[in-house]
């Protein structure tokens, strides 16, 4: 099938950039349905402070063939995520797959690294709120109306494989590694949840993310990302966000992709399971390569990782 998603129903909430909005443009190219949520619109701006909104994300799943529909939604707010799940089930009478990717807390970088008497304790407790409670919170409202169909599929956005995240991550604190690590736990519970109703749940990681705030930190594009290379080697090991989008769109027209339910996969894997690549024709391991090469304390060398 050229369109394997064609009739379904999607909710990306957190497609406002990076990851998201890449996955959101990925499913609607396949045909789906999308509402694209997040807390940045051409009116208003998140902590974040960035100027990707949700209304282009939209646009862009039109471009792509799909049907993109912007919904501003602060996650932590249960009344707005009820709404929103109201909503779809009113204009569309199902809902086929949730991509959690909420998240939000890059703006608390300076925060990382530190010991946890050492980390500011209010933006701490904000990463958790922002990370894990929007999760729970929109698949709380959300899976009653998934349920109504098998087939439902939930994917939680998180960072780092399982056993890469089975070590505690001191270079980026607890806050953030108990985030990610909970994520995982709740692709792991969903699954337990969603099992017989004939649904599955799988978190899904990218690797080294190329997102529009990580290619400004760099002061590059995704046109010239590679000139980033002279000031972090590593960085040659980077994807773009297209990579896991194409990934989890393809998860989303497996009709087995219970075979994963409760596991974390990561881009890479996906990439070779479905025999994808990414947008210049590699297909990255990122983690291995982390785990080999970088956290190994190796010079860069990208050689049968990419």
């Known amino acids: ?11 990306v909430a957190g497609a406002t950039r990076g990851a998201g909005r890449a996955i959101a443009v990925e499913l ?14 051409r009116t208003a701006r998140s902590e974040m402070g960035r100027p990707e909104t949700i209304e282009e994300t939209a646009e862009l799943v039109d471009g792509a063939g ?32 949730l991509v959690n990717d909420v998240w939000g807390g890059d703006v608390y ?36 109306l998934m349920i109504r169909r098998p087939g439902a599929l939930v994917v939680e956005m998180t960072d780092g494989t399982t056993e890469f995240n089975a070590g505690y991550r001191a270079d980026v604190g607890l806050f953030y590694d108990l985030v990610k690590t909970s994520v995982q736990r709740l692709a792991k519970a969903q699954a337990h949840e969603l ?20 290619l400004d930190h760099f002061g590059v594009s995704e046109e010239n990302w590679r000139d980033a290379v002279a000031k972090e080697p590593h960085f040659a090991i980077s994807e773009s966000p297209a990579l896991v989008g194409r ?47 970088q956290y190994a304390g190796r010079e860069a060398d990208t050689t049968g990782y990419r």
Do not use: C, N
């Not at 099938?1 to 909710?11: K, N, S, Y």
């Not at 933006?123 to 409202?141: P, W």
């Not at 649904?199 to 990218?206: H, L, N, Q, S």
């Open 247 to 293: 990934g989890v769109a393809a998860l989303a027209a497996d009709p087995d992709a219970a075979r994963w339910t409760g596991t974390t996969v990561s881009s890479g894997h996906l990439a070779k399971v479905y025999g994808l690549t990414d947008t210049d024709g590699s297909r990255p391991d990122a983690w291995r390569y982390i785990s080999e090469v």
């Open 28 to 41: 609607g190219r396949e045909g789906a349905t999308v509402y694209a949520t997040g807390r940045t619109t």
């Open 195 to 214: 099992r017989d109703h004939g649904g599955a749940a799988v978190a899904v990681t990218p690797g080294w993310l190329r997102s529009e705030a990580m």
């Open 109 to 144: 970088l300076t925060e990382f690294g530190r010991r946890l008497w050492e980390h500011d304790l209010e933006q701490g407790l904000r990463m958790l709120r922002l990370g894990i409670d929007t999760h729970a919170t929109t698949s709380h409202f959300a899976l009653p």
């Open 1 to 11: 099938m050229d369109r394997p998603l064609e009739g379904r129903v999607a909710l």
């Open 66 to 97: 799909g049907t993109g529909i912007a919904v501003q939604v602060d996650h932590l707010v249960p009344d707005q995520v009820k709404a929103l799940v109201e909503r779809i089930g009113a204009e569309q009478g199902r809902l086929d797959v």
